[in-house]
């Protein structure tokens, strides 16, 4: 499976990463949301997303509904990734994600990404 992830975290990317490629997953990362956007609208397909909900300049959700206007029904599945747990439901309340992963479970997300396979 292809997967993005972005988040501005370098720490973060780097361990889910490594995580995500030790199940044999293709793994690219992004340190924001803008560089995100560039890899989705040039030409990169990817099979999944996984973001950060709060991130400099645009969130995780403001990112989806970026991603969703240039791309339309080919925008692949999102998964938000946040240490925000109490804002996850009153901030992306109405927006199609697949999961909403608590950052600090690898677990709970590697089991999220492979129902999402």
Excluded: Y
Excluded at 8 to 29: G, I, K, N, R
Excluded at 97 to 112: D, S, T, V
């Amino acid at each position: 499976m292809k997967i993005l992830i972005v988040d501005d975290h370098a720490a973060c990317l780097t361990s889910l990463q490594m995580l995500l490629e030790l199940e044999s997953h293709e793994v690219t990362t992004a340190p924001d949301a803008t560089v995100a956007l560039e890899q989705l609208s040039n030409g990169h397909s990817f099979d999944l997303v996984i973001t950060d909900h709060r991130m400099p300049d645009i969130s995780g959700d403001e990112f989806f509904r970026h991603a969703r206007q240039r791309m339309g029904t080919q925008t692949p599945p999102f998964v938000l990734h946040s240490a925000h747990q109490n804002e996850l439901t009153a901030d992306t309340a109405g927006l199609p994600w697949h999961a909403c992963i608590p950052k600090g479970n690898p677990e709970q997300l590697r089991r999220c990404v492979q129902s999402l396979c």
